[in-house]
């Protein structure tokens, strides 16, 4: 037989028993009718990433999910992949020929785009193989990528529909510019931080009226270039004679209009708002219900554009220093207020993001989530925690058109040709032949790219084959489980929502389980400003993979956020070393042969107990995983593996097992390998590798734990009678131990005991459980009996319930030696009284000391004279 290496090494065994894996492709899943599908599709991991925390933590918990239903019975697939990340990996490729000494537009779209796919080869696949450092059981055989062909149609076939349904189109509108990544971005990809600025309180004057001004406060002083207006609530009594006068823009003297909108909030600020609606989002709504003219006053690259003027061709900011200076020398600058407020900066470059109005491509979103809003209120897709459907109704019933084109090479080119002749623009998934307008053959396709929000919007459906028809398709979709964090419910499930609903139907999963962050130990955010990012590949190194997803779902409730701790990460270690040391001491048991069926005839009272108690954790951890509480799952399976199976049952039957003429050895060993063998199944998701080594070892002819039938309830072991009769052989041995421990007692002394109960019933029990009930106590001989006849005057008595258990003082301790430490104690604890309330009776201490320090000495005090108190009943009972 198969032996388990004396010392558990994760590092030993987790490459070896993942290949293994691979090999046999148990990650395969396929359209197998005689099973139900569960499906997950993994949120694809960016090409440019790097395995952090919050990618462990979610994709152990779909490996949890993935690997129970593989073991239910049911065909699982979990379907991986990675996403083209366009912006992020588009500056890694310009990073990377700029190092070589090449230029992006110099090398032209057509070679920067081989750069890009060469980068995607080479580096690409990191982040997958560090998934697997993980355990992941993904169905690596149907791995895809954003950008493959498949991919590549699927975008093209949903942007042509939606164009010629009339939800694609293209305007000028407010969207969020990088002026160093040179592009538009989405709202995801705009981090909000507070940043110490200003109020700049200017003076407009009021045309016609000399020495009338209205006052406005602004954080972009230099934006006033472009204003088109002043805006003030009609509700405003202080403004209503001036609405409809116009008023001189400031260093540009050009007149606008004071005009009335709701939008003005009268309490904030001095009640007057500047419009400049190609530079702000809620100015631009506000411009285009007066019509007010859009003026864009800044290029590209952030520098002011505004020929003929003193500021033309400056940076933003040179020319705020310059415009603000300008007001203060003519007058107009009434003061400058410090104010904290939040900017947008892109997460890729940090480089504060500036709001402007471009031709972009836009999807009307207006129809596109109704079908999404009604998914959640009749019950067809559902979150977990239910709250989050409140923040994804909240972001839909208030949904803006999505900005989609970028101004990028790397990502899906927008399929939009446009006629060199005419100027018609003409939408297709393939380039057209001639313009359908005028016929001319020179058609020039849109240079932008899709934002890449776009085509994992499709996630869900364009993995399994659509847009055709295909078995996968039919078979495994709607999928079941997205497992995601909440910080991204807006960007991506929104949106992979409503694109099922559009193309499909349906919508693309049935549950949305969010997950929280995973903080540092003082529960700031991991980030690389703040240095307190932890690498789960170090974790791993050191500590296996194991431990590391065990530590990740220690305590983890759905939404919340958790605490990373090394601590849990070692007590997890120690969890999985307690679980293959009792592995090997059931294998060294063994022997040559091992038993194979449990005989009912031959149970005992503590083999029932614990046969019981593993089924209700069978149907309890089952429970507990449907609802997606993996965190109390977990909790459940430790509680019973390291308390009830290894500090209680295998401690129980030792006797039996060293024991050779014990009848009852076999089965003994037979309910311990049924338990070892339930917990691992039970453990299997949340510890793949370990259980894996262990079970494999122990049932020398099983492939895999990965497709045995997950464990279920046998009736004949429904023991409650004999589960409450055990417990309270542990309630007595618990009450001795603490009685020895008490009196100091040395685990390898031996006592009587006598168990007193006037009830039969309670007398049978401990008559049954003599053996077991004495080794687990520290007891050489028990006496059980209805009266107190044979209790000795100085017996210490513990109570349990309906008896009580007697132990002869003599047997426990030699009584002269116990007095003399007993008294020794008792002069050492009067001294330290007596120290401690000299300390609380000096003025001076009490008056000089910080409220901390005599808070301490009055612990001391209580806790000196309560550990004096006990050892003056002791001395009492010892003298008696």
Known sequence: MKELEKTYSPQKIEGKIYKKWLDGKYFHAKVNKDKKPFTIIMPPPNITGQLHMGHALDNTMQDILIRYKRMAGYEALWQPGTDHAAIATEVKVIEKIKAEGKNKHELGREKFLKEAWDWKNDYGTRIINQLQRLGSSADWDRERFTMDEHGQRAVKEVFVKLYEKGYIYKGNRIINWCPVCKTSISDAEVEHIETEGNFWHIRYPIAGEEGKYVEIATTRPETLLGDSAVAVNPSDDRYKDIIGKKLILPLVGREIPVIADEYVDKEFGTGCVKITPAHDPNDFEVGKRHNLPEINIMRDDATIDCAGSKYDGLDRYEARKLIVEDLKNEGLLVKVVPHIHNVGRHDRCKTVVEPLIKPQWFVSMSEMAKPAIRAIETGELKFVPESYSKTYLHWLENIKDWCISRQLWWGHQIPAYTCAECGEITVAKEKPDACPKCRCHELIQDEDTLDTWFSSALWPF?????????????????????????????????????????????????????????????????????????????????????????????????????????????????????????ARLIMMNIGESKPEAIDGSKLMLSDKWILSKTNKLINEVSTNLDKFELGIALSKIYDFAWEEFCDWYIEMVKLRLWNKEDDTKDTALAVLIYVLNTILKLLHPFMPFITEEIYCTVNEDVKTIMIEPWPVENPEYNFLDDENKAELIKEAVRAVRNVRSSMNVPPSHKAKGIVVS???????????????????????????????????????????????????????????????????????????????????????????????KIDEEKKKLENYEQMLSQVREQLERLSD
């Open 462 to 582: 364009s993995t399994l084959g659509w847009p055709d028809d295909t078995p996968e398709m039919k078979y495994f979709y709607p999928t079941d489980v997205l497992v995601t964090g909440y910080d991204i419910i807006f960007f991506w499930v929104v949106r992979m929502v409503f694109s099922g609903y559009e193309q499909t139907g349906k919508s693309p999963f049935k549950t949305v389980l969010i997950h929280g962050l995973v903080r540092d130990s003082e529960g700031r955010k991991m980030s690389k400003s703040l240095g307190n990012g932890i690498d789960p590949l170090e974790v791993i190194d050191k500590y296996g993979a194991d431990a590391l997803r065990m530590m990740l779902i220690t305590g983890n409730a759905p939404g919340n956020d958790m605490r990373f701790y090394y601590e849990k990460v070692e007590s997890a270690r120690n969890f999985a070393n307690k679980i293959w040391n009792a």
């Open 758 to 852: 006037e009830d039969k019933k309670i007398r049978d029990i401990f008559e049954s459980a003599t053996d077991f009930f004495k080794q687990l106590a520290g007891l050489d001989k028990l006496i059980i009996d209805s009266d107190d006849s044979t209790v000795e005057k100085d017996s210490v008595r513990v109570a349990i319930p309906n008896a009580s258990i007697c132990l002869p003082l003599r047997e426990l301790v030699d009584i002269k030696k116990e007095v003399e430490r007993l008294k020794k104690e008792e002069k050492k604890l009067i001294g330290e009284v007596a120290r401690s309330t000299g300390m609380l009776s000096n003025e001076k201490f009490v008056s000089k000391a910080p409220q901390s």
